[in-house]
């Protein structure tokens, strides 16, 4: 079993929906959990970032980790094209090194 | 608000050369990485390093070295570049011991060696 698993996509919704992205994992020792957001031919940038389980809310982004299911999400409302990227997620046991999922492609369809 | 800067964005070598790819970073972050970047494999590390002329490998070194002779500045070495070494090269840093190593990437060397 991988240690963590990301459905790569490619998910297309239309603009306005709610969108949700997920990750499951296998390593209970893991406490932070982040969401990376990827434009084409850019570097990953830091979207969301929680500490062990509950919810966590910026602005039209929550992230969402249910540690025992080893399961975590990311809900965009009112979705928008620009909001079309890679998503990856990502997850580390304290300042270890950090594993990340392989990414699923959104393309928020005007 | 550049942050994480990697000088060159794409690079095109040919087989056997020696490719440099610089990283600097102005955060004054204790740690920086270098990942390479595929379609359906993901990130994948390749060196890090915690401290100035210290460095540990990652879970793909073959092929590769690093140099971090100062402390806002990381460079990945391939020494004799070879075809399956075309690749996105993600630099990132991170400020040590915050709980989580949450990084900062630059926007990426994109390197195609023929």
């Known amino acids: 079993q991988k240690e963590v698993e990301q459905d790569p996509g490619p998910l297309s919704v239309p603009e306005g929906a709610i969108v949700s992205l997920n990750c499951t994992y296998s390593?209970?020792?893991?406490?932070?959990f982040m969401w990376y957001r990827q434009y084409s031919r850019k570097g990953p940038e830091l979207l969301m970032y929680t500490y062990s389980s509950g919810n966590k809310e910026d602005g039209r982004f929550t992230a969402q980790v249910d540690k025992s299911s080893k399961y975590i999400s990311l809900f965009i409302r009112d979705s928008q094209p620009s909001d079309s990227a890679t998503y990856l997620c990502?997850?580390?046991?304290?300042?270890?090194?950090?594993?990340f999922g392989k990414g699923t492609r959104l393309h928020i369809l005007p | 608000d550049v942050k994480v800067t990697q000088s060159s964005r794409y690079l095109v070598k040919r087989t056997g050369e020696k490719v440099f790819l610089e990283c600097v970073q102005d955060m004054d972050h204790e740690n920086m990485f270098w990942y390479r970047q595929d379609p359906g494999l993901g990130l994948r590390l390749i060196y890090f390093s915690y401290d100035v002329k210290m460095k540990e490998k990652g879970d793909i070194p073959e092929g590769y070295s690093v140099s971090r002779e100062k402390k806002e500045r990381f460079s990945l070495i391939l020494e004799s570049a070879s075809t399956n070494q075309t690749s996105m090269y993600l630099c990132?840093?991170?400020?040590?011991?915050?709980?989580?190593?949450?990084?900062?990437f630059g926007a990426g060397s994109r390197l195609t060696v023929l």
């Open positions: 990502a997850m580390s046991v304290g300042d270890d090194k950090i594993i």
């Open positions: 390593n209970s020792a893991f406490q932070y």
């Open positions: 990132a840093s991170s400020l040590a011991k915050t709980g989580a190593n949450v990084l900062t």
